[in-house]
């Protein structure tokens, strides 16, 4: 696609419930990252794969966390046993080449009630 | 990783001012993005400038990297201007993830 998609824009869960985000990064592009944006903070880092590979995932949080990008495209990040604390916008990011220049979706506000 | 720090952390201007954003990082750097967000949430990019002078518009940014500073400039500032600006370079030299300072909240008045 013309940017990179995620969905859901939005979404409301309850305490212990199980979440999936999902990123369609700008096609082409072999590197995908997840950020996680806190309220007045700047985006943190989680999770960046390379191709199908995750490359580097030291910035996910505990092991409630994961992430999936089976066939090179789209990746799932998937919450389990969610928390009040795992609320924040989700964000995702693509980029052609490493290191090189990133692109960001609109996000994934999750609230956890 | 690398220490981001960015400044001034808040800044109100008229329509029509010019400023300037500051942001400082610890170690050297070979990537460095200046990122737009808007008040919608949405991160746009301004630039991705590892070093040397850029320009685009009435924006333009700088990055000085044996100094370790970046400088983002806005001039003849709309109110559409107004948001978080962001800047992020690597966690560590030739790193591939962002490290995303703070940022500058910055509120255009009409």
């Known amino acids: 696609g013309a940017g990179v998609s995620q969905t859901p824009s939005n979404k409301v869960t309850e305490k212990g419930k199980y979440v999936e985000l999902r990123c369609d990064p700008i096609?082409?592009?072999?590197?995908l990252y997840w950020y996680r944006q806190s309220l007045g903070q700047g985006p943190e880092f989680l999770i960046y794969?390379?191709?199908?590979?995750?490359?580097?995932d030291s910035g996910l949080p505990n092991d409630r966390f994961f992430a999936v990008r089976p066939e090179g495209s789209v990746s799932t990040l998937k919450i389990q046993r969610t928390e009040r604390g795992d609320s924040a916008v989700y964000l995702c990011?693509?980029?052609?080449?490493?290191?090189?220049?990133?692109?960001f979706g609109e996000g994934s506000r999750l609230t956890v009630l | 990783g690398i220490q981001v720090e960015q400044s001034p952390p808040d800044l109100i201007l008229q329509e029509g001012a010019n400023s300037t954003l500051r942001c400082n990082f610890s170690d050297s750097v070979n990537n460095l993005q200046w990122f737009h967000q808007n008040p919608w949430g949405q991160l746009i990019n301004l630039f991705y400038i590892p070093s040397g002078t850029k320009q685009n518009g009435r924006l333009s940014a700088t990055t000085v990297a044996t100094e370790r500073y970046s400088l983002l400039y806005i001039s003849s500032s709309q109110t559409t201007d107004s948001g978080v600006y962001f800047c992020a370079p690597p966690s560590n030299f030739g790193n591939e993830k962002l490290t995303f300072g703070t940022g500058t909240r910055l509120t255009i008045i009409p």
């Open positions: 990011a693509s980029s052609f080449r490493t290191p090189g220049e990133l692109f």
């Open positions: 096609s082409g592009h072999t590197a």
């Open positions: 794969f390379q191709g199908t590979g995750a490359a580097d």
